[in-house]
C-alpha cells in the first residue's frame, strides 16, 4: 500500500502519561502535515514539515506538543503530560512539491484515535 | 478559529438525487478544496478550485467558486449510497502557506 500509513490506529492512555504517533507519508511527498481533529468538527492544523524541516507550528501547539521528521521520512507527534482535552483523532498528511503549483492536495492517513481517561 | 463554515450541517436526500452544500470563508484565499470524509476514517481529496476559476468538474461532482461573496457550492449529481460521508471545504490563503483551514462539514446521508 502506498498511501500515507499511522500508527497506532487507536490509543488509550491515563491523564498525565505521555504518547507518541506515528505518521509515515507516501514516499515522494516531501511535504508533511498534522491535523488534529475532535468529534463534529473540521481538522485543525497542527504543524508541517518540508523535508526535515518544521516550518510552521500553530497556536494549538502547546509546549506538551512535539513533532519530528528525521531525515524527511516518517514522522512522529508527541504529547507530554496528557490532559483529557487532548482526546482526539491526530491527522497525517502528505503532499508532494510540484515545481509548476504551488498548492497541492494533501494525502491523509487514517488517523489516530486518542482517548485521555 | 477555523475559517469556513459549511451549509447546511446536515442534509438527507433519496439515492438518485442531488446534493447541494455551501461553504463560505471569511478571508481572501488562493485556493479552495473539498474533501470526503467517510465515519472515522481519513480524509479523501474531491476537487480543487483556485481563486481565479469560477467552476470545475469531476465526474458527478460541480464546485463553484465566487471570491466576490467568499463562498463556494459542491455539487452532486445522481447521489449513491456510497456518497454517505461528511464533506469538508478546506481554503488554502496564500501561495506560499500550505497548511489548510478547513471548516466543520457537511453530514450528507443518502438512503436507498
Known amino acids: 500500500d502506498t498511501g500515507v500509513s499511522q500508527n497506532p490506529r487507536h490509543k488509550i492512555t491515563k491523564r498525565g502519561q505521555n504518547v507518541t504517533f506515528r505518521c509515515d507519508p507516501i514516499s515522494e511527498h516531501n511535504r508533511l502535515y498534522w491535523y488534529r481533529q475532535t468529534l463534529g468538527q473540521g481538522p485543525e492544523f497542527l504543524t508541517y514539515?518540508?523535508?526535515?524541516?518544521?516550518?510552521?507550528k500553530s497556536r494549538l501547539l502547546s509546549d506538551r506538543f512535539s513533532a519530528e521528521r528525521p531525515k524527511g521520512s516518517f514522522s512522529t507527534l508527541e504529547i507530554q503530560r496528557t490532559e483529557q482535552g487532548d482526546s482526539a483523532m491526530y491527522l497525517c498528511a502528505s503532499s508532494p512539491t510540484e515545481y509548476w503549483s504551488s498548492y497541492n492536495e494533501q494525502f491523509f492517513g487514517p488517523g489516530t484515535r486518542l482517548t485521555v481517561l | 478559529s477555523q475559517q469556513g463554515e459549511e451549509d447546511p450541517q446536515a442534509l438527507s436526500i433519496q439515492e438518485g438525487e442531488n446534493a447541494t452544500m455551501n461553504c463560505s470563508y471569511k478571508?481572501?484565499?488562493?485556493?479552495l478544496q473539498w474533501y470526503r470524509q467517510n465515519s472515522g476514517r481519513g480524509l479523501v481529496h474531491l476537487i480543487l478550485?483556485?481563486?481565479?476559476?469560477r467552476e470545475k468538474h469531476s465526474g458527478r461532482l460541480r464546485v463553484t467558486l465566487d471570491t466576490s461573496k467568499k463562498s463556494s457550492s459542491l455539487l452532486i449529481t445522481a447521489s449513491r449510497a456510497a456518497d454517505t460521508a461528511s464533506y469538508f471545504c478546506?481554503?488554502?490563503?496564500?501561495?506560499?502557506?500550505?497548511?489548510?483551514?478547513f471548516g466543520a462539514g457537511t453530514t450528507v446521508t443518502v438512503r436507498a
Open positions: 478571508t481572501s484565499i488562493n485556493n
Open positions: 514539515f518540508q523535508n526535515e524541516a518544521q516550518l510552521e
Open positions: 478546506a481554503t488554502g490563503l496564500r501561495s506560499n502557506d500550505y497548511k489548510l483551514s
Open positions: 478550485i483556485r481563486s481565479n476559476e
